[in-house]
């Protein structure tokens, strides 16, 4: 089988750095990517990492390591709008393409000022 | 806007009764995925279409079947619907098969009473 974990909830105070971390277990394993869902929104995505090491975009950094089956979202000078649910999910190999996603249960980052 | 379109947005209906739910995906884009996410839940993948055809099933019941037509715009039909089945379902499109960027619709969200 598969499976994601992913802290259910992180607290940060606003212009701090927060890191959410995601573990998986599936075969198959093509990518790790992350999206971003506000309160009953469209979750966006954020970023993708299929090689080992770190991706950076903006505030947002996310790594991978493939050999320890773990990765991590980093969200530098938090803002308030960064409070969402924050979801790892794992690209694998399905009948010959790398076509589905499974998500994890997501994070809910709450950010206080 | 991630150019993803969904109709209806809400949707309230019966116990045992049949909906169908509409997407476009963005102009261009030949793949369409489709995800069901339950009350604080993560996204389930349901199931995957490209050009026409159905290419990745997920966690998908029996009662739900889906199809895409020749226009690329996609249906996902809830039969016998139980009160389980209320959940925000989801669109997602993406230009090739299994691309690392899945643009999601804004949802439809499905009360079963």
């Known amino acids: 089988g598969q499976s994601l974990e992913q802290p259910s909830e992180v607290t940060a105070v606003e212009g701090a750095i927060v890191q959410i971390n995601c573990t998986y277990q599936?075969?198959?394993?093509?990518?790790l990517s992350w999206y971003q869902q506000h309160d009953g929104g469209a979750p966006t995505f954020l970023s993708y990492?299929?090689?080992?090491g770190l991706e950076e975009t903006g505030r947002f950094s996310s790594f991978l390591s493939r050999s320890d089956s773990y990765g991590y979202l980093l969200l530098q000078e938090l803002q308030m709008k960064d409070s969402a649910s924050y979801f790892c999910?794992?690209?694998?190999?399905?009948?010959?393409?790398?076509?589905?996603?499974?998500f994890g249960s997501g994070t809910q980052l709450t950010v206080l000022p | 806007d991630s150019g993803v379109t969904q109709t209806p947005k809400h949707l309230i209906t019966a116990t045992g009764q049949r909906v169908t739910l509409r997407c476009s995906p963005r102009?261009?884009?030949?793949?369409v995925y489709w995800y069901q996410q339950s009350l604080d839940q993560g996204l389930q993948f349901l199931i995957q279409y490209y050009n026409g055809e159905e290419r990745a099933k997920g966690n998908i019941l029996e009662r739900f079947s889906a199809q895409q037509f020749p226009d690329l715009h996609s249906e996902l039909n809830l039969s016998s619907l139980e009160l389980g089945d209320s959940a925000l379902y989801f669109c997602?499109?993406?230009?090739?098969?299994?691309?690392?960027?899945?643009?999601f619709g804004p949802g439809t969200r499905l009360l079963v009473l």
């Open positions: 599936t075969s198959g394993f093509y990518g």
């Open positions: 102009s261009g884009d030949l793949s």
């Open positions: 997602a499109s993406s230009v090739v098969e299994g691309g690392e960027t899945q643009y």
């Open positions: 990492n299929a090689l080992d």
């Open positions: 999910a794992v690209r694998k190999w399905s009948s010959g393409s790398a076509r589905q996603l499974t």
